[in-house]
């Protein structure tokens, strides 16, 4: 009788998160640990670079906290290379270092590589920066069409001002 209550108990507390990642398909992701500029920043990133496949949580988190993530999870890195955030592939969790975190470049080129490794559903680096690249000229050709228009914008308006006087 205990045992069937827990069970029941058990798998009334599972059904809601069981139901959020059923129906997620792929329209929503969380952000953790992120300032809300640095999110928008993040969306906006992989908004333009059309991945395939979304990840489902990307965490931001302190040097020691991503350390114990990739001991947990048994990161394994390449020999001569370093890590700055790495993508769990079963839960589709892309962690990022946030002592590492250097800018929106940075994190533009990084996110297209963890992107990779979820498009291609392989932990091979090879396979994560084939698609990796593809990811980075979408989001090259974005921010350069968004600076240009945005010169266009700036020269309008100028012309606006200076036809008024």
Known sequence: MKLTFWLAMFFLAV????????????????VQGATPEREA??????????????????????HWQYVYAAKIYQLHVPTGMGSIMFTHLPSRSIFIDEARYIGEEWLGHWIAHELGHLATNSVREQDAERIAREYRLRWQAAAKKSRSSGIANQLSSEETVLGSH
């Open 15 to 30: 059904a809601p998160a069981a139901e959020t990642q059923a129906f997620n398909n792929d329209t929503n992701y969380t």
């Open 41 to 62: 920043m993040l969306r906006r990133q992989i908004q333009v670079m059309q991945p395939t496949v979304l990840p489902y949580r990307i965490h931001f988190v302190p």
